[in-house]
């Protein structure tokens, strides 16, 4: 038997032996919460399988054939999201301490019991059960962002693979326009987006031959043409991925310049990405002090060098700035490079 109500979403089971007293739980709580109520214990557990899941049920303990303890129990095993609660006539400690250590009680109420002590702790109880869900979301996306992450790194070791000059590169420059983005006051959710980005962010390198990624020489025009294709490959890997971030975006624009010199689209400043600009001053900087088959790795003020000659003109002049005084101080070199 329902009672129903129109303005909430809470859902409670009501179970107890005497009829006389659910009907009174629902006229009490009319308009307050949906109430279900129950004969007995056998009836709320076929009502839980049938009609379920509910935010909170409510049960006596003494009761026929199944008692509320055990009743209490099976709730437990069956829906551990749902907030449980005993309201009952026989309130001694024995059967109090049974019924938290196998029902895991969240209040224990005795009867009488007036509609306003009821209603507080039925609306307590909505309150952590929002808390269970809550949690239990949130650990759901944690373990589906560690998934995602993973993946991409997999991405990110295929490539480096086949480019042993640039194994770490992505971790590292993941890190440093991280670390950009937090001295900046970026969002802290875009900030890993950004993160997530920078990890993947030279995966379109798979389509380059290897040969021309280890090339200790100078480049031919056709053999950097191919290099300059890689934003679009990487976008192309990423483009159907289902993510809150922009990460396709972000990889094929890391290698745009704010004055329309870079590539593959020549886009200008204001048809970047704040996290695009960023990511791309990370890459310099980690290019910069990396090894690679054409010269040895440089120094932070050479990296200096670079970011103050094309600030404001290829480089963000903010960004550029941040990076800057991150590599005056030594910070990107004790925290990524060290």
């Not at 440093?176 to 006051?185: D, S, T």
């Not at 920078?198 to 100078?218: E, F, T």
């Not at 704010?258 to 990370?282: F, M, N």
């Not at 440089?298 to 960004?319: H, N, Y």
Request: aromatic residues 4%; contains cysteine.
């Amino acid at each position: 038997m329902t009672e129903s109500n129109e303005t909430t979403g809470l859902r409670v089971l009501m179970v107890d032996d005497d009829s006389n007293l659910l009907n009174g739980y629902q006229r009490a709580l009319r308009g307050r919460c949906e109430v279900h109520v129950a004969l007995g214990g056998e009836v709320g557990l076929a009502m839980l399988e049938d009609e379920g899941p509910f935010s909170v049920v409510v049960s006596d303990i003494k009761m026929p054939v199944m008692s509320g303890i055990e009743f209490l129990g099976r709730v437990r095993e069956l829906h551990p999201d749902t907030v449980r609660m005993v309201l009952t006539g026989h309130a001694d400690l024995d059967v109090a301490i049974e019924a938290v250590n196998n029902g895991d009680i969240f209040r224990f109420l005795t009867k009488p019991c007036d509609r306003e002590h009821l209603l507080a702790a039925i609306t307590a109880a909505d309150k952590q059960h929002g808390m269970i869900m809550a949690s239990r979301e949130l650990a759901a996306m944690r373990r589906l962002k560690e998934g995602f992450e993973g993946t991409l790194l997999a991405f990110a070791r295929l490539v480096e693979f086949r480019d042993p000059y640039t194994a770490g590169h992505m971790d590292r420059v993941a890190r440093i326009a991280e670390l950009i983005a937090e001295r900046m006051g970026m969002d802290p959710d875009r900030v890993e987006g950004l993160r997530l980005a920078g990890l993947v962010h030279d995966v379109g390198k798979i389509a380059v031959p290897a040969g021309i990624l280890n090339k200790p020489g100078i480049l031919s025009d056709a053999e950097f043409s191919l290099i300059k294709a890689h934003p679009l490959v990487g976008e192309e890997v990423f483009r159907t991925l289902e993510t809150e971030w922009p990460i396709a975006r972000i990889i094929v624009e890391h290698h745009e310049r704010i004055d329309g010199s870079g590539y593959p689209h020549g886009l200008t400043a204001d048809e970047l990405l704040e996290e695009s600009k960023i990511l791309s001053v990370a890459d310099v900087i980690d290019a910069v002090m990396s090894h690679r088959p054409y010269r040895q790795k440089l120094g932070g003020q050479s990296a200096i060098d670079v970011l103050k000659e094309g600030r404001g003109t290829r480089f963000d002049p903010a960004v550029a700035a941040v990076g800057i005084a991150m590599l005056s101080s030594g910070e990107i070199e004790e925290k990524v490079l060290s």
